[in-house]
């Protein structure tokens, strides 16, 4: 059973158009998070949830707009996208606590031409 | 930044354990030491985390000096398949994400 799941994998685009990525998490886990990945392999963390709030929000462009419609869903939605926001994306969960364990999904490549 | 220190890169001869050192002089009381892996391509995956004592899971061991400034990351069999990306993360609990290094990329060889 697939823990972490997002869609596309792959994402293809031009410059200037708006897409989103989905992600769930069939964990029961009540935070969820989204990271970035750069060409460089450098992954970052660009938001968290916490049972819907948003409670970490880096400094990600406001292009930048994660939506949680409940606790196992976090889609993060793109405007206008640029040529630097080729990367892989990953969404994460945990179960909140002392040791929260986050778990990775397999990944979005998003490639804007 | 992250606040570890790892070795860009290691080989081990499939069969024999893979000791994957890490430095974390800066650590904080309420701080954990986690591991985290990425084989090519996909998420990263938890191996394990501890606090101050050893830790043992089935797919790791977890080494911490007792003064906490360094672990070491034992995989005891390795494997062509634990050719990866592994990393060393210190996090406070409760919520925080997780701040990667650079890691150490291990190369299992045949």
């Known amino acids: 059973d697939t823990a972490v799941s997002q869609t596309p994998k792959y994402l293809v685009t031009q410059m200037g158009n708006d897409k989103s990525i989905k992600c769930e998490q069939n964990?029961?886990?009540?935070?969820m998070y989204w990271y970035k990945q750069d060409s460089k392999k450098f992954l970052k963390i660009m938001f968290s949830y916490n049972n819907k709030e948003l409670i970490i929000n880096e400094t990600v462009p406001n292009r930048f707009s994660p939506k949680s419609p409940d606790k196992a869903h976090l889609n993060l939605h793109i405007n206008s996208l640029e040529l630097g926001d080729s990367a892989v994306y990953f969404c994460a969960s945990s179960r909140s606590g002392n040791t929260d364990t986050q778990y990775f999904g397999p990944g979005t490549r998003l490639t804007v031409l | 930044d992250a606040k570890t220190t790892q070795p860009p890169s290691m080989d081990c001869a499939e069969g024999r354990a893979a000791n994957l050192p890490c430095n974390h002089s800066?650590?904080?009381?309420?701080?954990?030491v986690y591991w985290y892996r990425q084989i090519h391509s996909q998420g990263p995956q938890y191996i394990i985390h501890g606090l101050k004592n050893n830790e043992t899971n089935e797919m790791a061991s977890l080494i911490i000096t007792e003064d906490r400034k360094s672990s070491t990351l034992i995989l005891p069999h390795a494997t062509l398949r634990d050719t990866a990306v592994y990393y060393c993360i210190v996090r406070a609990s409760r919520n925080t994400p997780l701040v990667f290094g650079k890691g150490t990329r291990l190369s299992v060889i045949a």
């Open positions: 964990l029961g886990h009540d935070t």
């Open positions: 800066t650590i904080s009381g309420n701080e954990y």
